[in-house]
């Protein structure tokens, strides 16, 4: 729960720095949560029967900060060059639904916490922005936000939070599902568990890139 809830605080304040450190990779992330922190101040979207408004609103700007695609398949690991074209549309597709139900259906848990960032490092089309969430407490958690550059823009594909990588989290699970039953078994999984949780985030909301 944890994690979820921290994941879920860094979609809404990757854009609210203390000391702003500068450099394309941050500018790029704080332009996209700068948008989804005007959404969840917007007092239009505020009442409770507009919550999947709010949340429909924050999928369409974080969809354009993270590259799901990527993410899906990093997730996936060695099993992905197995995949047929067809498997793999239908993998990103799940794991898309699974991230944003998971994730931006926690949105209503962001409770003001700021970010510091720290540094960035940029390796030809990789970049890694690192930062520190300062929680309510006054605590400080690290965050690393793994990015790629797609075309002229840079776009989250990983994120650690405490040193644990989203991406190696669900490989870990992913791995050993496809390892012990089989990869249909793996995709049956994924579509129980996104139809379990599609009560709070109605497929209706969700927005495809």
Do not use: C
Request: aromatic share 8%.
């Amino acid at each position: 729960m944890k994690t979820v809830r921290l994941a879920a605080v860094i979609v809404l304040t990757l854009g609210l720095t203390m000391p702003v450190w500068a450099g394309p990779p941050t500018d790029q992330v704080r332009q996209y949560t700068d948008q989804v922190l005007k959404i969840m101040q917007d007092s239009t979207l505020r009442a409770p029967d507009k919550r999947f408004e709010r949340r429909a609103a924050v999928r369409k700007v974080a969809i354009q900060v993270f590259d799901v695609e990527e993410t899906a398949k990093r997730a996936l690991g060695r099993h992905w060059r197995e995949r047929t074209p067809a498997e793999r549309a239908e993998f990103v597709d799940l794991f898309a639904d699974l991230l944003e139900r998971t994730y931006i259906g926690k949105i209503d848990l962001y409770g003001g916490e700021q970010i510091r960032y720290v540094n960035e490092s940029v390796d030809g089309d990789h970049a890694i922005v690192r930062a520190r969430i300062i929680t309510k407490r006054d605590t400080e958690v690290p965050v690393d936000a793994k990015m790629l550059r797609k075309a002229d823009r840079w776009a989250i594909y990983d994120i650690a939070i405490e040193n644990i990588s989203l991406i190696g989290n669900y490989r870990a699970q992913f791995d050993q599902i496809i390892r012990t039953a089989s990869y249909p078994e793996l995709v049956r999984r994924l579509k129980d568990k996104n139809s379990s949780m599609a009560e709070d985030s109605p497929p209706s909301t969700r927005v495809k890139p």
